[in-house]
């Protein structure tokens, strides 16, 4: 009894030295790839970054009217397009070490599944930074604004409408992830549904006295001319 | 040489009439019947003969002379490409003075006289002060001191002329006038004008900047006319992304140049000083300083990416003063106009987000300087535009600085 628990404990240790050994070529074949297309990511962001710069590239995008500046200010587009060739390479290098594991490896199937998601991914990479971006350009523009028509909520207006871009930002990269399938969609829908009836609610009862009062003030508020009229600032 | 869009036929017309002394241009919507009636007597008594009027018209091509024969002027219509109605009304003056040089450079004009559109500059003796000062007073460019009272044209008081100034070292009063008198090459200039680069739309045209470029000589002539604002339905965000974004544009384009002035020169003034009968009415500067709190208590996040830390602790204290203590220093008010001058170059953050940033500040020097002018006298308040005008002059040093190495460590 003791010697065949002992024989069958053998040969399942042998079978995982036995996979682990299989997978082994593949895992380094597939850091050696990683290794390689980092060092050609970084020459080649170099030689861009360099090329750019000996073109005045920066000055050249600031020049127009609507530029990539204007949304992304933080960053010089010099730098931006950089990052965006050095993340590429990365990328590739991901996707030919998946498929070095793969050749390496007696697993097969892997590179025909992570290739077959790999424009989802980036297709929920270019959703999130467009949202990302988006949601802050119109959370400032509202503040702005919000301020400059002397609004005291301003901020939790700006607020509110940098959450709803993201929110909604992140509801659509998983929903094109494909990760949590009509969860998403139904948790979106009910989150939304339930914001806009609590504001109904919140409006139609329980301000109802206080928009009411509100109405009458100013209806019964004498003209009078606002302080900008006596003011000509041109 | 830029091209007017003036018909060879039309042109040949004009010139077969005579050499062209005056070109008398209107840079607005006219009433056309009102013109037809006024301008050429007026012409006639002032003693300007060979004028041609040029106006802004919708289409089709009014007669030349046809009022009769003795008439001292003809007229010319000129379309306004471009101009459509939605856009700000200075920006249209601003194309239609372009325009109206390009016809001038196109007619062979002596002198080009530009007027507004509502034709209160349309007189014989102002017409001949503008006229005189180019043919006798050798001045390029004439501009006009308009009539105002305490609080009118504050944005040009508190930040475009001042600016101008201090960057291109002539003292104007309007350098955005609505109405000039222009020399021949310095209307070739101005039909010239591009602005360095592309500017699709928006650009306004600034004489006296071009003047001071170009070492043209400028005279200022004092006017007892007051043009009605035309900022009706806008909101101050626009006007001030219109008008100071022009401004600062103008600072991105001629920065060698401005950053070798050194100090500002008089400027040759005519015509009497005018007497201010009325100070206007009182103004109440309270909803001003809460406007220009609220922007402190919620804009700190954008404001801080534009000024340096020590404007910033500035704009706190003042935020905590009461509305009757409240007074915003002329040197802090420059430094914020040259650091937003700065950001609207390095593009720190959109430009249109920069402005409407600028707006609650820009409420904040009209509540201190309401506050300040409120029980003194027009010749005080004019004095106290002197004073900050002087502050622009002194903080040159500070925006220079900046300008050039933006990236110093600036406390």
């Known amino acids: 009894m003791w010697q065949q628990i002992e024989e069958s404990l053998r040969e399942s240790m042998g079978r995982v030295f036995t996979k682990i050994a299989t997978l082994l070529p593949g895992i380094l074949a597939f850091v050696l790839v990683l290794i390689i297309f980092l060092l050609i990511a970084w020459l080649a962001a170099m030689l861009v970054r360099w090329v750019l710069m000996a073109v005045k590239f920066d000055e050249r995008t600031s020049s127009g009217t609507s530029t990539l500046t204007e949304w992304t200010p933080l960053h010089t587009p010099t730098i931006l397009v950089t990052r965006i060739v050095f993340w590429s390479f990365v990328t590739i290098g991901v996707l030919v070490g998946v498929s070095t594991f793969e050749a390496a490896s007696a697993e ?19 959703l999130l930074f467009f949202g990302t971006v988006i949601g802050r350009f119109l959370s400032r523009s509202v503040l702005i604004s919000a301020v400059n028509l002397n609004l005291h909520y301003a901020r939790l207006l700006a607020t509110g409408v940098r959450w709803l871009v993201f929110v909604l930002t992140a509801a659509m990269v998983l929903d094109h992830l494909a990760i949590g399938g009509g969860i998403v969609d139904l948790a979106f829908g009910i ?29 019964h508020r004498p003209v009078e001319a606002p302080v900008e009229e006596k003011l000509h600032h041109f | 040489m830029p091209k007017s869009d003036l018909a060879d036929e039309m042109k040949a017309e004009v010139q077969q009439a005579g050499p062209v002394d005056l070109l008398l241009g209107i840079s607005g919507p006219v009433n056309v019947t009102d013109l037809r009636q006024q301008a050429p007597s007026l012409l006639e008594s002032a003693g300007i003969a060979g004028a041609v009027i040029a106006y802004p018209d919708g289409g089709g091509r009014e007669a030349l002379n046809s009022d009769s024969d003795a008439s001292a002027a003809g007229f010319i219509p000129y379309s306004l490409t471009g101009s459509d109605p939605a856009t700000l009304p200075w920006v249209i003056s601003s194309v239609a003075q372009k325009a109206i040089c390009s016809l001038a450079v196109d007619l062979s004009a002596k002198v080009c006289v530009v007027l507004h559109g509502d034709l209160k500059m349309l007189s014989v003796e102002r017409l001949q002060t503008l006229t005189q000062a180019i043919h006798e007073k050798q001045c390029d460019l004439i501009l006009p001191i308009y009539q105002s009272r305490k609080f009118d044209g504050l944005l040009n008081h508190s930040i475009l002329a001042p600016l101008a100034r201090a960057l291109y070292g002539q003292r104007v009063r309007y350098p955005l006038a609505q109405d000039f008198g222009c020399s021949a090459r310095m209307f070739q200039k101005l039909s010239e004008f591009t602005g360095g680069r592309e500017r699709s739309d928006g650009s306004l045209l600034w004489p006296a900047t071009q003047a001071a470029m170009a070492s043209y000589q400028v005279c200022q002539a004092i006017v007892d006319v007051h043009h009605q604002a035309q900022t009706e339905g806008l909101e101050l965000s ?17 920065a060698p140049y401005w950053q070798r002035v050194r100090n500002s020169q008089p400027t040759a003034t005519y015509g009497k000083a005018l007497q201010q009968t009325s100070d206007g009415d009182p103004v109440d500067a309270k909803p001003l300083v809460e406007s220009f709190v609220l ?32 007074r915003m220093p002329d040197e802090l008010w420059v430094r914020i106009i040259y650091d937003f001058a700065l950001a609207y170059r390095l593009r720190t953050i959109n430009r249109g987000h920069l402005m409407g940033a600028l707006t609650p500040l820009y409420l904040g020097w009209v509540a201190s300087y309401v506050q300040e002018v409120a029980a003194r006298s027009p010749l005080a308040a004019e004095q106290r535009f002197e004073q900050l005008a002087r502050a622009y002059e002194e903080g040159k040093p500070y925006l220079v600085s900046r300008w050039r190495w933006p990236d110093r460590f600036n406390p």
């Open chain 1, 108 to 126: 097969s199937g892997i590179s025909a599944y992570v290739f077959a998601y790999v424009p989802r991914v980036i297709g929920a990479a270019i």
């Open chain 1, 191 to 219: 989150l939304f549904g339930g914001i806009v009836l609590a504001l109904a609610l919140a409006v139609g009862l329980g301000s109802r006295d206080l928009v009411s009062r509100s109405l009458e003030r100013e209806a």
């Open chain 2, 238 to 254: 626009t006007i001030l992304t219109s008008l100071v974004g022009s401004a600062f544009a103008e600072m991105e384009t001629y």
């Open chain 2, 295 to 326: 922007g402190s208590r919620n804009l700190q996040e954008i404001w801080s990416l534009v000024l340096p830390p020590v404007t910033l602790l500035e704009l706190k204290k003042l935020s905590r003063c009461t509305p009757e203590s409240f």
